[in-house]
């Protein structure tokens, strides 16, 4: 049983560009999360899909959207990448809808903007 | 909105000592979860506290949270090299998956 997977693993893009991140969730699970994880500190909630809605935001501005697919996995866009985008970008599923559930992070995808 | 102050940012101990990182909020929590990062790797998922004044462990881990529900703490008993890594409390809610994560206590271990 495959845990839940992101690609790629790493990237490197110049400032101003678009990029975009996939997450599969682990089998079984229906709800996707994205986190933003700088240098030395703690994951930040970016947003959660749930039936292929954005059911929570956390604060992050408009460059960072996303989608779900009907096969539950997802999508990261991040457009007009700034510097400070540079992070590690976690992604974590759960089940009905993660609510007060544990959930499983992927290994990350490393965005490296120069 | 809600947020989880964690301390000490971080530890370092001697192989067999043991190992404590707090985990603290002005508002009273739904529940709290606790997640390990090894270096270079992604958090995963330790344990859930849901009741007031629970206490589980986990071999040489024990996890509480507190009366008032508004703290938490990880304890390490005599750690050892494999509990290197970072932990993270973490609030969940209730009503979302939506996890607020603290800011972490990293722990190295001397052999």
């Known amino acids: 049983d495959a845990g839940v997977t992101q690609s790629p693993t790493h990237l490197i893009k110049t400032r101003g560009q678009q990029v975009t991140l996939r997450c599969s969730p682990k089998?079984?699970?229906?709800?996707v999360s994205w986190y933003q994880q700088a240098l030395g500190q703690g994951p930040q909630f970016i947003f959660q899909?749930?039936?292929?809605?954005?059911?929570q935001r956390g604060n992050f501005p408009d460059r960072f959207s996303g989608h779900q697919f009907p096969n539950y996995s997802s999508e990261l866009n991040v457009n007009a990448l700034l510097l400070g985008d540079s992070a590690l970008y976690l992604c974590?599923?759960?089940?009905?809808?993660?609510?007060?559930?544990?959930?499983?992070f992927g290994p990350g995808t490393r965005l490296t903007v120069l | 909105g809600q947020q989880v102050m964690q301390i000490p940012q971080y530890q370092h101990v001697q192989e067999g000592e043991d190992f404590t990182t707090y985990c603290n909020s002005s508002?009273?929590?739904?529940?709290i979860q606790w997640y390990k990062q090894r270096p270079g790797g992604h958090p995963v998922f330790l344990i859930q506290?849901?009741?007031?004044?629970e206490v589980k462990k986990q071999k040489r881990l024990t996890f509480q949270f507190g009366e008032a529900k508004k703290n938490s703490s990880l304890h390490i008993t005599a750690t050892q090299t494999t509990d290197v890594g970072t932990y993270f409390c973490?609030?969940?809610?209730?009503?979302?998956?939506?996890?607020?994560f603290g800011q972490g206590t990293t722990l190295q271990v001397k052999p």
């Open positions: 506290l849901v009741k007031s004044g």
């Open positions: 973490a609030l969940g809610s209730s009503n979302t998956g939506k996890l607020i």
């Open positions: 508002t009273t929590l739904s529940n």
């Open positions: 899909y749930y039936e292929e809605e954005e059911r």
């Open positions: 089998s079984g699970h229906d709800t």
């Open positions: 974590a599923s759960s089940f009905l809808g993660g609510r007060g559930n544990e959930q499983f």
